[in-house]
């Protein structure tokens, strides 16, 4: 037994002496050349694994508007969950391992329906960019030097199967199967949802919300301002300065039904204006994205229900700034 571990003591210190030359001899041949592209040669891989890390496990993202506050803070940066619906194969590429669906009241991010592309390759180049510098740098900007939105951050609110109405802001669920609308602040109690929707504008705005967009109907039905009900012009004067945020879906509703009113011979219009009073029907393999932050979101009330393969993520957790830190189960 003396005789093998002497053996392997002597074979061990054989093989650290011969190592330890080695890299003497190494250190002795080292340039500037062949230290700079040491350097490089790790950056490089850093850069390749940050992104591989970014594009197939978990994503930094900074959040760009205020539409989910006060769940989430503008340039708040989040951790999204890249497996949680399925794999891209590569940046707004097609998905692998996709048969999870998103569950309702998950925080999603997802591509923006509304969103202009410069062409598929500075599309990828721009993403993969920003994933590779942990969302650091972002060369996908518009006119202004304004970041694009090309990734929006939701609450699914809507599931397949659902029909949501939109009443005065304030939403109204009807889930699949069901026959009646119920109050979103209702079913969110009754189903333990979360409590992060909320509307900030006064209520009473409604009436003069409403009154601006019969008054714009009429006027672009040729409509004098003697003919038209001075109810309606006393309640749009008391907005009509306004700098507040403004619901456009309320008024493009109010606008439609005063239109169909006007001339209810024409089907198009009589459409137009159904449209609004039936709700979104969200069908099979889709769902209807909202803010948080209701009366300050440009969401599926606008570009409707968006098609499940276009989510690429969960939010899991807000990572900084630390005072903002909180997970999402």
Not at 96 to 107: G, K, W
Not at 181 to 199: A, K, M, Q, V, Y
Not at 272 to 280: E, K
Request: charged share 25%; hydrophobic share 35%; with cysteine.
């Amino acid at each position: 037994m003396e005789k093998i571990y002497a053996w392997v003591l002597r074979k061990t210190e054989e093989r650290l002496t011969r190592k330890k030359a080695i890299k003497a001899t190494e250190k002795a041949n080292r340039t500037f050349l062949s230290e700079t592209w040491g350097w490089i040669d790790a950056l490089i891989f850093a850069v390749v694994f940050v992104f591989l890390l970014n594009q197939f496990f978990v994503q930094l993202f900074v959040i760009p508007s205020p539409s989910m506050v006060e769940t989430l803070q503008v340039k708040d940066r989040v951790l999204v969950n890249k497996q949680a619906y399925g794999i891209e194969l590569y940046p707004s590429g097609p998905k692998v391992l996709d048969s999870r669906t998103p569950d309702r009241d998950d925080i999603i991010t997802f591509y923006n329906p509304d969103y202009v592309s410069r062409g598929p390759f500075f599309d990828i180049f721009s993403q993969c960019l920003y994933m590779a510098t942990l969302s650091f740098v972002n060369i996908d900007r518009d006119e202004y030097g304004n970041m694009k939105e090309k990734l929006y951050v939701k609450r699914a609110v809507g599931m397949a199967g659902d029909r949501v109405r939109f009443v005065n802001g304030n939403v109204l669920i009807r889930p699949a199967g069901t026959t009646d609308f119920i109050d979103e602040e209702t079913f969110r109690f009754d189903n333990g949802l979360s409590s992060g929707p909320h509307r900030s504008l006064d209520l009473d705005l409604y009436s003069s919300i409403n009154a601006r967009g019969r008054l714009m109907a009429y006027q672009d039905d040729g409509i004098t301002q003697s003919q038209i009900p001075s109810h309606l012009l006393t309640e749009y004067e008391k907005i009509s300065n306004s700098n507040k945020y403004y619901d456009m879906y309320q008024h493009e509703a109010a606008y439609a039904q005063a239109a169909a009113q006007l001339r209810p011979y024409d089907m198009s219009r009589r459409s137009a204006s159904a449209t609004y009073s039936r709700g979104i029907y969200v069908p099979q393999g889709y769902v209807l994205p909202l803010g948080d932050n209701r009366d300050n979101s440009s969401d599926g009330r606008y570009f409707g229900p968006v098609g499940t393969n276009t989510i690429n993520g969960k939010v899991s957790a807000v990572l900084w700034p630390f005072s903002h830190w909180k997970s999402f189960v």
